[in-house]
């Protein structure tokens, strides 16, 4: 009987790991992008429709090529009890990683991000949960009493000012870091968004006139009173945009950086080409500086690329936090753009050194020949 009670309480432990497990991954979603999302819009908040919603802040997404607005809307919670932790993006060493949204009894980690209406960067000052109904504070949510009778009136002191900065860590980000409450909800059981959030988005990813590129950070649908009502009254628009300016370096389908951030990313040097300017001496010589260049830039890359290596497998060996990997990649990146800049200053030397030779001497000379 011990063994058949230990038998099961070893499986339901081990049920509780997975629950766990498979909470925890549906956090982080697998997508980094090389640049950074606009900054948030402003817009009104649409009333609450029923008692019983929750407000879910609005956020840019990733749509494989653009950024997009996903409008914040009012939800039903999926059971008395449980809050809503915002979507966030954070700059995670080789690019911005999207962590995705959550329902659960605590509010985790959003980023640092101010989303206003009672997320003001930590925590959640909008409502609480009393005896299974959700009382609203109306200092910070659009409610109408008449409706919804659960309602109390809290001044809340917005410490984190005007910030509109939509995104933690990395070139202009947030530095915020999770409390060690925020760390145990991040770990804690919760669930993903419900069925009609997901619609919700999908909506917005089909919708071209979200798209960054198209509104500039000014999305004409910013909020909603119901998931996946963009049209109508129900639908409020921005009143300020989010001054978008997507980087020129950065205009590729692949959403991939064109900046390296690790050796081993950079372009593989091509080996040095002949020159012939009809001076056998001075093209000798040419040839020569650039052998010589090429060998010590290879030798440079390869050491550079031996280090960094050296670097991931001695904090991993150390189970380093985020903070730590975070400060690696920046060191790594700005350690590569640093080499490439040197390489590329030193052949621009050589060059200066030794004139190309002019156009009319290339095309006087027969095709394949030097």
């Not at 009609?196 to 919708?207: D, G, K, L, Y």
């Not at 440079?300 to 150390?318: F, P």
Request: net charge neutral; glycine share 10%.
């Amino acid at each position: 009987m011990r063994r058949l009670v230990s038998i099961r309480s070893l499986l339901g432990f081990i049920g509780f790991l997975l629950l766990s497990a498979t909470a925890y991954a549906q956090v982080d979603v697998g997508i980094a992008v090389s640049f950074g999302p606009p900054e948030l819009p402003v817009y009104e908040q649409p009333i609450c429709p029923a008692e019983g919603y929750i407000w879910t802040p609005g956020y840019w997404a990733w749509a494989g090529d653009d950024y997009y607005w996903v409008p914040g809307t009012w939800v039903l919670a999926p059971r008395p009890g449980l809050l809503w932790t915002p979507a966030y993006w954070a700059w995670g060493g080789r690019g911005y990683y999207f962590h995705q949204g959550y329902w659960g009894p605590v509010v985790g980690f959003y980023g640092g991000i101010n989303y206003g209406f009672g997320y003001f960067g930590h925590g959640y000052e909008g409502g609480r949960w009393e005896h299974n109904h959700f009382y609203y504070n109306r200092t910070v949510n659009n409610v109408n009493v008449t409706v919804i009778h659960n309602t109390y009136n809290t001044t809340v002191v917005n410490n984190y000012g005007r910030s509109r900065v939509s995104y933690n860590g990395g070139h202009g980000g947030l530095n915020d870091r999770p409390t060690s409450s925020e760390e145990a909800a991040y770990r804690g059981r919760h669930i993903g968004p419900v069925a009609e959030q997901t619609r919700h988005v999908e909506a917005a990813r089909e919708n071209r006139e979200l798209r960054a590129s198209s509104n500039h950070g000014r999305p004409p649908i910013a909020a909603t009173e119901r998931p996946g009502a963009f049209s109508g009254r129900e639908a409020m628009p921005a009143k300020e945009g989010g001054h978008y300016d997507r980087p020129p370096q950065e205009r590729n389908s692949s959403g991939q950086s064109d900046r390296a951030i690790h050796a081993n990313e950079l372009s593989a040097h091509s080996h040095p080409q002949s020159q012939n300017t009809g001076d056998p001496n001075h093209d000798k010589k040419y040839q020569q500086q650039q052998e010589k260049l090429y060998q010590k830039q290879q030798q440079d890359h390869v050491k550079l690329q031996q280090k960094q290596e050296q670097d991931h497998r001695q904090l991993e060996r150390q189970q380093a936090n985020d903070a730590r990997m975070q400060q690696m990649e920046q060191k790594h990146q700005q350690q590569t753009q640093q080499l490439a800049q040197k390489h590329e200053q030193q052949q621009q030397h050589i060059q200066q050194q030794h004139p190309q030779p002019h156009q009319d001497s290339h095309q006087n000379q027969p095709h394949g020949k030097p």
